[in-house]
């Protein structure tokens, strides 16, 4: 019998419900919060009060659409980490609530190795290839601009990760200075599609290894905004798309670069991407390059899987189980949790 496991997600602002049985997933139910958008960005206390009204009514309604009743729950999966310690306190106390009145396994729940996982979850209705270990998974979303190698489910290693921002972060802190409202991500990819790449120039971090650093190309775009601003006061809205389009470019390609440079060095053609970056056009058509000029095998999953969900965390929960992987009832959140 393949067992049926709730996945829980609270660690930043979605709230997130899942049912899956074995790799197959029932449902995925994500509640957002608009309450943050005026403030152009998460303000944490707002965050976990929106989970604590969200919680019960997502759960229901992930159990509802998946035709699941709680006796039929066979294990309840969590985040643990890494996040805002708030809203992890909400799916955290959730889940071992849950757990002990049902008295089923609990399992914690590590949100970058779910990531990751999200290429495991499965579709009733047909079956996707997935990726064969060992493989590399660029993970890239507001918090993280991680390269893993990953061994095998539950064995992962990062080779090479940001020493500073985030690459949506600077998707987003870079949106904000053009005036585009948070998170900016998704809307400089829209611009992006009506604006010249090569127009302008950013320029591109030296740093060793297969690490990462996007701060200095948010001061660079700043600079070279205001200097711009200061010549012609409509310089941004006159050159909107093709700023976003340019910085679009060089954010892309500072990503693919250690990539295939981490790929060349290990000799690994499984390529996988993850992370709610993940949905940019430019980054999809980067992989798409990748497949056609290295010989990769490349893995994108599904847009709803990319962004916080709770069916990545009910796939990693279901190989967790499958190793009875449980915790105890004294099991706390961590909001810094590495991979
Ligand atoms: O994984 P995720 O949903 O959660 C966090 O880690 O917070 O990633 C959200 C990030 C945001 O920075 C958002 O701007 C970025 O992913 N993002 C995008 C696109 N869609 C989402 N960045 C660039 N292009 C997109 N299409």
Redesign the pocket.
């Known amino acids: 019998m393949n067992p049926i496991i709730l996945g829980i997600e609270s660690s930043?602002d979605d709230t997130s419900a899942a049912i899956i049985k074995g790799d197959i997933i029932l449902s995925n139910v994500v509640a957002g919060q608009k309450v943050h958008e005026e403030y152009g960005g998460v303000v944490p206390e707002l965050a976990s009060r929106a989970h604590q009204q969200n919680i019960i009514p997502v759960v229901h309604k992930a159990m509802k659409d998946a035709g699941v009743k709680s006796g039929d729950v066979s294990a309840v999966a969590f985040t643990r980490g890494p996040g805002l310690m708030g809203s992890l306190l909400v799916g955290t106390s959730f889940a071992k609530g849950f757990a002990l009145a049902l008295d089923i396994p609990l399992i914690e729940v590590n949100h970058l190795q779910a990531?990751v996982l999200a290429h495991f979850i499965q579709e009733p209705d047909q079956k996707h290839e997935v990726p064969e270990f060992p493989f590399l998974c660029l993970l890239v979303?507001?918090?993280?601009s991680q390269i893993v190698l990953v061994h095998d489910f539950l064995h992962m290693e990062i080779i090479g990760q940001t020493i500073d921002d985030a690459a949506?972060?600077a998707?987003?802190k870079c949106a904000k200075v053009i005036g585009l409202p948070y998170?900016?991500?998704?809307l400089?990819?829209k611009l992006a599609q009506e604006g010249d790449p090569e127009a302008f120039e950013f320029s591109k971090p030296r740093i060793a290894n297969f690490d990462y650093s996007f701060s200095g190309l948010k001061t660079s775009f700043l600079y070279f905004l205001r200097d711009n601003v200061k010549k012609d006061p409509d310089f941004i809205e006159r050159h909107k798309n093709d700023l976003c389009a340019s910085l679009q470019k060089t954010i892309v390609d500072i990503l693919m670069d250690k990539l295939i440079a981490a790929a060349k060095k290990t000799g690994i053609k499984e390529i996988a991407l993850a992370?709610?970056?993940s949905?940019?056009?430019g980054l999809r058509q980067a992989f798409m390059e990748g497949e056609e000029k290295y010989g990769w095998n490349i893995y994108i999953p599904k847009f709803g899987y990319?962004?916080?969900n709770a069916a990545m965390i009910a796939i990693t929960g279901l190989f967790k189980y499958q190793k009875k992987e449980f915790v105890g009832q004294e099991v706390a959140p961590f909001a810094r949790m590495a991979l």
């Open positions: 930043c990531h979303s507001g918090g993280n949506g972060e998707f987003d998170p900016g991500g998704p400089i990819d992370g709610g970056v949905a940019n056009s990319t962004t916080d």
